[in-house]
């Protein structure tokens, strides 16, 4: 089972907050470890609420934005308040509370330099909703706003991190102040669209399905013949991200209507929220007609009853019902 980063676990205050990232050599493998009496944190005092520039330490190496950075120890006392600095900044679109932000990061405690998490070394980005209560407080604080394209760093209290119980799995004290660094690749909202090159619909069997790409649903126009056999699963718009994995969740843009008449019966751009989903969760036809196709793409679908519901009517879908999707892959999560 992949394990969780710290990042994402639930912030303290809500529920219970989940393990730690995976493990890594030298000084990262030791992070679960208690920190010496040495370096023990003094006791945090609280915060006013307001967002300050600094204190932040400073970042010693990987100073491009993508780059895994190194972070000195901080010195002296961590402000009470979420510190929060813009070391490069993007010229993408601004990061809105309820975005599903796509960020790389780094982890570390302000009075060790201890790492904690990173997504750098696991090689793929974290893919979570901004400002909603989804990510510890701080990262809700400090990053709505922020333009894509930016890298930013945050010196986070306890009371805005995991508050005075801390983070014990990943060595973080109710008295650290974590420090991290935060490239936000891309943002994701509910007008959000496939990106990446047209691909021709020359077979006159099967759905056409429209290609912009403004945020509004495209068009999905079946023919009046009958419904293929077998699954069908077709590049509209193809993107280059990574192909998408059998075991992968995915971030989504989705329309889907009945084969016979049309009719749509279920769609994300009515509901103006993105869905997220395992593809080890959904309908046979689903996990295998996305399974190595890229992210970024627009991916037509046909699902006959047997990959679908099959004799089971569901609402606003009849039993042995074909299916046809339009699915924009936004993100891996």
Not at 8 to 26: D, I, M, N, Q
Not at 165 to 178: E, F, N, S, V
Not at 206 to 215: A, M, S
């Amino acid at each position: 089972m992949r394990r969780r980063s710290v990042l994402l676990a639930v912030p303290a205050g809500l529920l219970t907050a989940a393990g730690c990232g995976t493990e890594k050599s030298g000084s990262e493998k030791s992070s679960k470890a208690s920190p010496s009496p040495e370096t023990s944190s003094p006791k945090a005092a609280e915060p006013t609420g307001k967002i300050v520039s600094g204190p932040v330490p400073a970042i010693t190496g990987g100073t491009k934005f993508g780059e895994k950075p190194k972070v000195a120890k901080g010195t002296g006392t961590p402000s009470p308040d979420l510190a929060v600095k813009t070391v490069i900044k993007g010229d993408g679109a601004e990061v809105a509370s309820g975005d599903y932000l796509q960020v790389h990061y780094l982890g570390q405690i302000w009075n060790t330099a201890k790492v904690f998490d990173n997504s750098y070394d696991r090689g793929q980005p974290a893919v979570f909703p901004i400002g909603v209560g989804q990510v510890i407080p701080g990262w809700d604080k400090g990053l709505v706003g922020k333009q894509v394209g930016s890298r930013v760093e945050l010196a986070i209290p306890p009371a805005l991190g995991y508050g005075k119980q801390g983070q014990p799995q990943a060595g973080i004290k109710g008295t650290d102040t974590m420090v991290f660094v935060v490239d936000i690749k891309n943002a994701f909202n509910g007008k959000s669209s496939a990106k990446g090159d047209t691909v021709a619909q020359s077979n006159p069997d099967l759905p056409k399905v429209g290609t912009g790409t403004d945020g509004k649903a495209p068009t999905i126009d079946v023919p009046k013949k009958a419904a293929p056999k077998k699954l069908v699963s077709a590049y509209v718009i193809e993107g280059d991200g990574p192909k998408v994995k059998a075991t992968d969740s995915l971030l989504v843009q989705y329309k889907g209507v009945l084969w016979d008449g049309g009719k749509q019966f279920d769609a994300t751009y009515k509901k103006g929220q993105l869905a997220q989903f395992s593809l080890q969760q959904v309908v046979k036809g689903w996990a295998q007609g996305l399974t190595g196709k890229k992210v970024g793409s627009r991916v037509l679908i046909v699902i006959p009853p047997d990959l679908g519901y099959g004799k089971q009517a569901q609402q606003g879908i009849p039993a042995n019902s074909t299916l046809v999707f339009s699915v924009d892959i936004l993100a891996v999560l």
